[in-house]
């Protein structure tokens, strides 16, 4: 009984041990970042794992200086409008993939998860010149439409799936009650994929919101810039000097809006795992 | 107030005939019930009425006008699903008052009171806030019939309505249904069914189909006592009509049947056009009753017996035939296994088919 007892203390003990780990590895960068944006002056250079003294100078600098304020902003707007674009294509896409039958349809499918297995690099060039054709050049427009070539792809994906598990009488007793395409789709289905749109939405946001190298490539002024980039471009007072305090104070007000739209989205992210429990 | 036609409908998915050549005529206000196994094609041809299916060939009108190509509103009929396909996030008003609110043209006022007419007459009126999930599936199942009636279809058409409902709710939600029949004089109702029992008490006729084609159509009682084939006899009663083959034999002018303490029964054909080589015996379990020894059709050995209560079914080994013969009998008859019975049944009770399965008629 008692070598039993010793047995299942030294699991559950093993176990916690394996968890305390896995939670120390996957959190203690976002948490370094975190005081270390606290951290003024040359406290910054000296390594500690607990917030001494806490001094807010790095989020005023980076707050009321230089461009940030604007950068924030443009990656706001341009992650906004990336993902109302690209759910409004994605729900009318899905609509016709999913249920409508037509020659080519898997093809088609198939095109368009292909898109999104193309590194960036490979485009650039070519989206590059687009770019400049269309007069885009040093707009955030240019950010909006190169974005949709990864977020279209899986909102396209992830709805379609979703889409065709919607029950086909729900369908079918809305035609049967007169309702054009659109109506179905906006009356009937969209109020049913909410779960799946907030998901997608919100990971469509996610990646806008994260994207480098377009961002970097495509924009040219301080002013237009979007976040990520604006972040690795704080400099310091000289080429030597990288200045670690405001760019982890940039970092954590980054991730602000993020925190937020999950908060927010929460119980819809829930609700959309038991989806499947809706019955007609 | 519509009447449907259907000439020469014809059904393919791809290679597969769904249905071929369907000639029916539906009257005005009449209940008509499709029914066969599954996949003889009747749910297909009710999605054919209703628009929500293209058809392959032939016509379709209602009332004399073609609506091969009008779509399910144009055609002005109402459907009511197996799964009741309600919309899951709008209360039971706004499911019921969808369909009126896209026709457009009716007040507030007037879809308002339709729907608290429909809901009154299905008895979901203390409902109409509450969401379909909150709803047991008697109560769903009745919403969608109540957003169908709020439509006043022309044609009203169920698919398989009581299929996902309990055994005592399908009887309940049944006679619901033929009262509905009752106040909707004037509409024409189609109904989808696999089960027999709900054929026989609804319909004023029914349609027997098998692998895309109409077997028989007729009242329930000239399907039950006049069958034109062995498929539409077998289908209609429970349990099964017997069918004895090599039993009976025929020269022609009429039908003999041996019988095991006397001279064979003999039946006068009417029409012997029929390919009557080898000639089929049906009786109905319910038409046999027991018999002395010296006039029986029939004597086996009981092999099994079922006492169900009201009635017992006693399974009868027959020496020349290898299939056991069902009997339906009183529960108060003094039965035993093993022990050997005689059987006989009214000769007006008595089916033949020939080898093709057709009835054939015959005089006594």
Redesign the interface.
Known sequence: MEGVEVNKLIKTGLFYLLVGFILVTALFPFYYAIITSFKGGTAIFEVTYLPNDISLANYIGVLTHGSFPQNFLNSIFVSSVVVIISLFLAVTASFALARIRFRGRGLLLITILSVSMFPQVAVLAGLFEMIRAFGLYNTLWSLIISYMIFTLPFTVWVLTTFMRDL?V??E????????SSW?IVS??FL??MWPALVTTGLLAFIAAWNEFLFALTFVSNNDTRTVPVAIALISGASSQEIPWGPIMAASVVVTVPLVILVLIFQRRIISGLTAGG??? | MTSLKLENVCKSFGAVDVLRNVNLDIKSGEFVVFVGPSGCGKSTLLRIISGLEDITSGTLSFEDEVVNKLTPSQRGIAMVFQSYALYPHMTVYDNMAFGMKLQGGQGKAEIDKRVREAAAILQVDQYLDRLPKQLSGGQRQRVAIGRAIVRDPSVFLFDEPLSNLDAALRVQTRIEIARLHETMADTTMIYVTHDQVEAMTLADRIVVLRDGVVEQVGSPMELYHRPTNLFVAQFIGSPAMNILDGVASSNGASVMIPRPSSDPLALDLKDSSGRLDKVQLGVRPEDLVVADGQTSLFEGTISYLEQLGEVQHAYVDLAAHSKPLIAKLPSDAQLSRGETIHLTAATDNLKLFDADGKAVAFAA
């Open positions: 029950p009488e729900i079918e007793a809305a035609i049967v009650d007169g309702a109506v009356k009937v109020p049913l809706v019955k007609g």
